[in-house]
């Protein structure tokens, strides 16, 4: 399910509201730091020399867009073809959509869903900063369960080295994470994964107290997925995850 155009909607989002959306990659393929085998936009395309919008192109539709809208939208959310914030003028992008928000949608916020590969980028790391609302996820708090679930393409990365990059928010964020089990690729087999286990949630919350996110959202697959496996989590299940995490004061939001 690829999005053919810079700007996209508005459409109603479970968790956000009525969301226009940005696309900073390529509209005919996916381009991402992360691979995951539950992303709705399908598996990353190897491509020599993807062709990203320029920053006056996002500025010029943008603009034209919220000229035309007869509703204002709630939020304007870059998400899109892959990872945004590895767009090289994120930041410059942002100021510009900063600008046009203040112009004709104030009341509404500027939000980014990201991976949290490129907070390591001091210009990424601003032009989040600006944002109101920075969506980052961790699907796992064990390494070998995050690659297997998130696909890095830097086959390096790891929970620590997110939560690190994480933490430079103090706690100013929403941590978004996935719940699934099913059956996924493991170089030339397969391997099971659960993230709802005993050990995985132990993990988890001990990920969770470090960066003490202001806001938590926990969802579950909702469209088809590239790794047609995949199960999904009772809503039970995901109130009961949420549960401990609401006792101890986090604001927590369940999409099931």
């Known amino acids: 399910m690829l999005f053919d155009t810079i700007i996209y909607g508005p459409i109603h989002s479970r968790r956000l509201g009525v969301s226009l959306g ?15 085998v539950y992303c709705e936009i399908g598996w990353n395309t190897p491509i ?13 539709e943008l603009e034209r867009a919220l000229k035309q809208l007869e509703q204002q939208p709630d939020v304007i959310t870059f998400s899109g073809n892959g990872e945004p914030t590895m767009h090289p003028e994120f930041e410059g992008i942002i100021a510009d959509t900063c600008a046009l928000r203040d112009r004709y949608c104030p009341n509404a916020k500027v939000s980014v869903l990201s991976n949290s590969t490129q907070v390591v980028r ?54 978004q994470t996935c719940f699934l089990r099913g059956i996924v690729p493991d170089g030339d087999g397969q391997a099971h994964i659960d993230n709802t286990t005993d050990e995985e949630l132990t993990a988890w919350y001990k990920a969770v107290d470090v960066l003490r996110p202001k806001q938590i959202m926990i969802y579950v697959i909702d469209r088809k997925t590239p790794c047609e496996t995949l199960e999904k989590i009772p809503r039970e299940k995901m109130e ?3 549960t401990p995490l609401r006792e101890k004061g986090y604001e927590v939001i369940v999409s099931a």
Not at 23 to 34: G, Q, Y
Not at 48 to 60: D, F, I
């Open 22 to 36: 940005v696309n900073l990659m390529p509209t005919n393929h996916k381009l991402c730091s992360f691979d995951c």
């Open 48 to 60: 020599s020399h993807p062709r990203l919008p320029s920053r006056q192109e996002v500025a010029a």
């Open 122 to 175: 001091e210009d990424v790391f601003r032009a989040l900063e600006r944002c109101d609302n920075r969506i980052m996820k961790l699907d796992s708090g064990i390494d070998r369960t995050m690659r297997l679930i998130d696909r890095p393409v830097n086959e390096s990365l790891t929970v620590g080295s997110i939560i690190e990059r994480l933490q430079r928010f103090h706690g100013d964020f929403t941590l």
């Open 240 to 242: 009961e995850i949420a």
